[in-house]
């Protein structure tokens, strides 16, 4: 259930994430305690905040990072965000009372049967609701009336920032630039030259491996293993129903590896022989050698996100089970000495020798290229005059290729997005190759309206947080301050 609340809540959550990069020095450290009124920790704008009011905002924003990360915020990095997300939320709250802006209890119960994580299809679930109020928020030690707290200030939060951020305007040839760039259709010529390979090993090579590794030594070592408990919930993969209830039940068994502080329980062992699961022991795993295995590559993928503060995987899905991993121990990592470096570094100095070599060549083919383009030859005419092979690429709209999941592609994406039409690119490498690329024509985009819509909602989000990071830089220079000696 905590993955999935995750997953769902991210989209109205933006409230609760809202990250604005301030300066951890301006408050210093932070250990809570009990919250007592009337002790005053800092001001807003002149006015005192005492301890409660920080402490309870402080809860809140715990909430918020439970909801949208799916566990509870632990270590130094997942406490100082809390602490952020708490800070803003009491400058943006303050905000909202000076714009006397209030929610009634009629849009509160609006937003919370609103709420993604308790919809099904787009319509509320009392189930899933009544198992999040008497369920997960008991186990976090949460009321049901902090969370409508968190929720009507989140909706004040999101009024004043609405008030903030009036006014924005988009230029709307930005918006024609960017269609036409990132969403209309283009069509490519394009030519490949392979690297020059420096193939023999060129005399007097360890003087130059030498101080390279000097300069790397700490960064060259050998490769972290990790070792794992793990427990599995087998399905059949020819049904969907059998999946879902092997995810279902590794989820719920997450749960119970918090304690009731929402701390991960010390003995992952005993937990899962009381639920009758039986542990394996993985490892030691590398995170890149396991390739043979799927179940094993998956796990150790997401086992390698964890960390000694947060141990517990969410529910892995393998080919036939979901897997819940806790992360045992961890090794490796030892500095390695020249000689267990020296042909990993030999590799990566030739390749770039050779890669140098072929960028040199290639910047020299595509000047004689774009000199004979200027004598009315095409493209394909000048390139193959230099002896260049061109392939042809009639489609393709950048904005479905940088949201492929292959990096080359999102890479090559890129390099078109920035040519103007009839350009040929400057030499790009992918692979083992260097590519020169050539913009023939760009078509509009599909479905213009609605993609222009898309590029306006971008924008308006993009210039939103701009003017909320000067607003709080601008508070944050005037009497506003959270004073360090809680």
């Given amino acids: 259930m905590i993955e999935w ?43 005192p905040l005492d301890q409660k009011t920080f402490l309870t905002s402080l809860r809140e924003a715990e909430l918020g990072y439970f909801l949208s990360e799916g566990r509870v915020a632990q270590g130094a990095e997942a406490e100082r965000t809390v602490r952020d997300r708490a800070w803003h939320r009491l400058l943006l709250l303050n905000e909202a009372d000076r714009l006397r802006i209030n929610v009634s209890s009629e849009e509160l119960e609006k937003s919370i049967l609103q709420f993604p994580p308790f919809l099904t299809e787009g319509n509320f679930n009392p189930v899933i609701f009544n198992n999040f109020r008497q369920g997960l928020l008991p186990s976090l030690g949460i009321s049901y009336r902090d969370f409508e707290q968190m929720m009507r200030n989140d909706l004040r939060i999101q009024r004043a920032i609405e008030v903030l951020t009036t006014g924005i305007f988009i230029d709307e040839k930005t918006v024609e630039e960017q269609l036409s760039r990132n969403y209309g259709i283009c069509s490519l010529e394009l030519v490949e030259i392979p690297l ?27 490769p972290e293993t990790r070792i794992f408990e793990v427990v599995r919930f087998t399905f059949d993969p020819e049904d969907p129903l059998s999946r879902l209830d092997a995810r279902d039940k590794a989820v719920n068994f997450s749960i119970t590896l918090l304690d009731d502080a929402g701390k991960p329980v010390p003995d992952f062992a005993t937990v899962a022989q009381n639920a009758n699961l039986v542990v394996e022991h993985l490892g030691p795993l590398k995170l890149n050698d396991q390739d043979s295995d799927e179940d094993l590559a998956a796990i150790a993928q997401a086992g390698f996100n964890l960390t000694k503060e947060s141990p517990d995987s969410n529910a892995i899905e393998g080919k036939t089970a979901f897997f819940i991993a806790r992360l045992k121990e961890t090794g490796g990592r030892e500095q390695l000495t020249y000689e267990q470096s020296r042909e990993q570094l030999k590799v990566e100095h030739l390749r770039q020798q050779s890669l140098s070599r072929t960028f040199i060549k290639a910047r020299e083919l595509r000047e004689k290229i774009v000199a004979t383009m200027s004598e009315g030859k095409s493209f394909r005419e000048a390139a193959e005059a230099q002896g260049l092979q061109v392939n042809d690429l009639p489609r393709l709209v950048v904005s479905e290729a940088m949201d492929s999941a292959d990096i080359t592609q999102i890479r090559f994406a890129n390099s078109v997005s920035f040519l103007s ?45 701009q003017v909320l990071s000067e607003w709080l830089a601008s508070t944050l220079r005037g009497d506003t301050r959270l004073d360090i000696n809680l």
Wanted: charged share 30%.
């Fill in 5 to 47: 609340i995750r997953h769902a809540s991210k989209p109205v959550l933006w409230i609760i994430v809202l990250v604005v990069v301030v300066s951890f020095a301006f408050w210093g450290d932070f250990t809570p305690t009990a919250p007592v009124t009337g002790v005053i920790v800092g001001r807003i704008e002149g006015r």
């Fill in 196 to 222: 020059d390979v420096v193939e023999q090993e060129p005399e007097g090579l360890d003087d130059i491996l030498r101080p390279i590794y000097e300069s790397r030594k700490e960064q060259l070592l050998s």
């Fill in 421 to 465: 039409l009839g350009e040929v690119s400057q030499p790009q490498p992918f692979d083992d190759k260097v590519k020169l690329i050539y913009l023939k024509d760009r078509k509009p985009a599909e479905e213009p309206e609605s993609v222009r819509a898309s590029i306006r909602e971008k924008l308006y989000r993009q210039a939103r947080d």
